[in-house]
């Protein structure tokens, strides 16, 4: 009785560690699993390990267009709202001005609102302004509720700069434009990059928003949610995974790059 | 203090510097020649304005009035990059992204320099780091950070070397050896090195000239002996190592001397070492320069007699005493331990003596615990 005490005080947080990742990982390694089932019209039954899926990942009408389409939006929102979030960023991490604080509670509420409300909200102004609904009205919705989180990520690794090494560089001759260049950014950089692949991964993966606003424009989500009751494809598992492991993939990469950079040559 | 009309080419030169936060005078009308080549040091306790006087010589802290100039030329509205001034940061401040050669090359390349590598690997051999040029800052010891901090501001040649509490982040085994090392450094390159800290041994061991700073003003500047042994303010004495500061008014006049009456015990003091504007004084001895003696045997000079030993500290090279006076103050007194007797016990009736020429007088009116209750780590 007491050894087993022992045992499972040493070892609760194996314990809860092991149950935790089970937890989280159970849906994936099920939507894994699935992309391999030899499926014919639902891939809710288990009828079959096959490869076909994999080798024909567009195999099914629309759900390569639609996840072209989400690449896109992703990509050109991040873009957009990398550049504003970071401006944002600099200004309210730098500058005193009057009404920051303000904008600083602000910049939070688009994280903070419903997404359903902000989604309806938008879908009245587009109306109002009598614009049509479709690619552009989804990558300017995206922007707006990417910018929040790039500001909120980029402004904390701006608060970690110390303002020491930017006096030094001033110090040793480099002026606005060059401090920025030299010392500023390559600093703030890691920061920007990871507010960027969150921007990807929030613009990838949004469909309450866009959905209210995307016209007759089909993105991954939308496709997923519109097939999942007459059948999801094994298509839509095998791209799902895709997209898992590429992820994976750039978060492993990016460690191994970080910890190079850290320890050198 | 060589007069300002006649300071030569590359002197620093702040005039009437003033900066005000609001209501509170961080440097306070500061005025102050730094002659070219010399190896000044600011020692004051925190919040004493020094690092803000620094800052603004620098050009990164903008003063609320005042000059400062370099020579002939007024660098007051210059930016930090315009100006031939280069700091050793607190925290030394190294790129962290960048390789220790890279480092060190910034400013060489910013201005436009052409032999950029013979210039960094020359100054790497000075500071004895050239293996680490490919190295990461963050790979350096604290030592060595400190280093080539210091290699990356000579490298440029300023006109003016800044060094904010450089050697604050080491250990005091280190201090000890960078003090000497900075020291030498100064030596060889010819620079004018601008030295802040509160550190007082830090300031007598480095420093041609100190500058004394209180409250944003400068109470007195000079070589660290003439600060030493003869202070001219409370803040002054009991700031540069300890001194015993005890009441008294001076009742006559003996030669060069002053006759000094101290609780009913007549004692002596040098006229030209007294610094006050009336009979009222802070009659002041330094603990290693009083020789304490069981009653049977005394020695010349000034004494008071009647004192009793309350605590002993034994230290090695010399025993600490805390004795008693008869009116009830007590004051410190530091033996060398040179003659082979053993230390004096708690409780011994004793009498000290000194050499009257040792000690010197200050103002009555100020508080004889200025500048000792200052916690001079608080920074």
Known sequence: MKTLTRWFSRNLIRVYMVLGFTYLFIPVAYTFAFSFNDYIKSNLVWRGFTWNNWKQPCGVLDVCPALGNSIKIGLLATFIATILGTLIAFALGRYAFKGRAVTNTLIFLPMASPELVLGASLLTIFLNLGMNLGFWTIVIAHVMFCISFVVVTVKARIASLDPRLEQAAMDLYADERETFRRVTFPLVAPGIAGAALLAFSLSFDDFIITNFNSGTTITFPLYVYTHAERGLPAQANVIGSAMFFLALLIVVAGQIVSKKVKVGK | MPDASTSAKGDLKLSNLTKSYGDFKAVDDLTLTIPEGS??????????????????????????SGKISIGATDITDKRPYQRPVNTVF???ALFPHLTIFENIAFGL???????????VEKVLNLVELPHLADRKPTQLSG???????VARAIVNRPALLLLDEPLGALDLKLRRQMQIELKWIQTEVGLTFVHVTHD??????????IAVMNEGRIEQMGSPAELYDNPKTAFVANFLGQSNLIQGNIVDSDGDYHVVDLYGQKTKVLKNRTHSRNNSVLYAIRPEKLRIDTENHTRPGNRFTGGHIVDVSYIGVSTQYQVELPWGQEIMVFEQNDDGIPPLDKGDEVTLSWEPSFSFAL????DANAGSEVNPEAE
């Open chain 2, 39 to 64: 190896f000044f040091a600011l020692l004051g306790p925190s919040g004493c304005g020094k690092t803000t006087t620094l800052r603004m010589i620098a050009g990164l802290e903008e003063p609320t």
């Open chain 2, 90 to 92: 607190q925290n030394y």
């Open chain 2, 109 to 119: 390349r910013r201005r436009g320099v052409k032999d950029v590598k013979e210039q």
């Open chain 2, 143 to 149: 030592g060595q950070q400190q280093r080539i901090a």
């Open chain 2, 200 to 209: 007082q041994e830090e300031a007598m061991t480095m420093a041609d000239t």
């Open chain 2, 363 to 366: 103002d009555g009116a100020q």
